[in-house]
């Protein structure tokens, strides 16, 4: 009878192992479906970040361009009311 026992418990053992390893095995899931998303936010971090590279000196030229634009205007029109006063 010892060995049945010995068997029966050894078998019991192999089922709370194997839903043990079927717990780790959903968390490795989960984790790896977190770090798939993590990857693709990431990458269109990345994507967004080049794409701010190639588009900053231009747009930052532009805003230069009308600043500079105003000011010409502001100092034209005080003139031009100096001028006229």
Do not use: N
Request: charged share 30%; no cysteine; net charge negative.
């Amino acid at each position: 009878m010892a060995l049945l026992e010995v068997v029966e418990t050894s078998q019991e053992h192999v089922v709370e192992l194997r839903h043990e390893l079927d717990k780790v095995r959903d968390a490795l899931d989960r984790t790896d479906a977190v770090l798939a998303i993590a990857d693709e936010t990431l990458m269109r971090a990345e994507g967004a970040i080049i794409q701010s590279r190639r588009w900053a000196p231009v747009v930052l030229g532009v805003v230069g361009l009308l600043a500079v634009g105003v000011t010409v205007a502001i100092v034209i029109r005080r003139r031009s009311d100096a001028k006229r006063s």
